[in-house]
Structure formats: structure tokens, C-alpha cells
């Protein structure tokens, strides 16, 4: 399996692992607490990865070749290529591959995978971890037990504590 942090993954137990991937998707796929881990990710300087993995899904679901090509050129120009404002971390290797493959008629939608997948693994193997630990996603499990998750999300309101608790706010 492709992906950087093979290591980490391999030390997890398999039925480990694979409730945590099932709570990482679920994240990534609500709405509701998607605001909350993109949040984390924003104080933990990282949301590009996050930001990366919903632009390959994306790429992977459009049918048009032209407007698929597009999308791929602009996820290259974002997260790929080196130097780009929103890099993320791929390897020489996986970097090399899809530059090859972006010559290719028609793209496959393969593309992005081993990249995707490295993402993922940091993502899953060591921020999400985090941020299931932070203060900012025992508010939303407290919120969620109290029956408030129906209420709508006020980041603006959570800024000023989440922020001071990272040590990273203020100027």
C-alpha cells in the first residue's frame, strides 16, 4: 500500500486501524464536524492536506475529460508542485509518477491515488489523532451529547479559547 507512513500503520492493530480510518472518513464526510477538523487543521498549519484530499475525490467523480483535465492541472499547480503556495508532502517518487501521468489521454483518475494516500495516512495516523484529543473536538462530543449538534457551528465563537490553547493566537 502506497503512502509514507507505512510504519505507523503496520504498528496499529488491523481492527484499530480500521475503526479509525471509518472515524477519519466520517469527519471528513460531515459537514458539521468537517468544521471542526478543518479548524484544527487551520491552527495546526496543515488544512492544505485536507483541502488536497477533497480536491482528488472531487477529480475522481467528474465524468467530462476536458473539465477533469482542468481540475487535475489545478491540483498539480496547488498541492503538487514543488514550491506551490499549498504543497503538501509527497515524495520524489509519487511526484515524478503523476507528472508522467499528467501527459496521458485520458487522464486516468488513478492519478492523484498514491499521493492521496500518503495524505491520508498523515492525516489519519497523526493529526486526527491529535485532534481527537484536542479541547476543540471534546466541545463538539460534548455539544453532540447534549443534543446542540443540531444547533449551528460558531466557529467565531470557539476562536478566542481554541486559539490561546494552541499557543498560537494573537500576534
Do not use: W
Not at 10 to 22: I, V
Not at 38 to 66: H, M, P, S, T, Y
Not at 118 to 129: E, T
Amino acid at each position: 500500500k502506497p503512502g509514507n507512513n507505512k510504519s505507523a500503520s503496520a504498528s496499529l492493530p488491523t481492527a484499530s486501524l480500521k475503526g479509525l480510518q471509518e472515524s477519519f472518513l466520517s469527519v471528513i464526510r460531515s459537514p458539521f464536524v468537517h468544521a471542526y477538523f478543518g479548524k484544527f487543521l487551520q491552527q495546526e498549519l496543515c488544512e492544505e492536506n485536507l483541502f488536497f484530499f477533497l480536491a482528488v475525490d472531487e477529480f475522481k467523480a467528474i465524468k467530462d475529460q476536458v473539465i477533469a483535465r482542468e481540475m487535475a492541472v489545478h491540483i498539480h499547480f496547488t498541492y503538487i508542485q514543488i514550491g506551490s503556495e499549498y504543497q503538501c508532502n509527497v515524495d520524489h517518487p509519487t511526484l515524478k509518477h503523476i507528472e508522467q501521468n499528467m501527459k496521458l489521454d485520458p487522464l486516468p483518475r488513478t492519478l492523484f491515488d498514491e499521493a492521496q494516500t500518503s495524505v491520508a495516512d498523515m492525516l489519519m495516523l497523526g493529526i486526527f489523532m491529535r485532534f481527537m484529543q484536542s479541547e476543540l473536538y471534546q466541545r463538539h462530543q460534548r455539544r453532540a451529547q447534549n443534543g446542540s449538534i443540531l444547533g449551528r457551528l460558531s466557529l467565531e465563537e470557539s476562536d478566542s479559547s481554541d486559539t490561546s490553547s494552541t499557543g498560537s493566537g494573537g500576534s
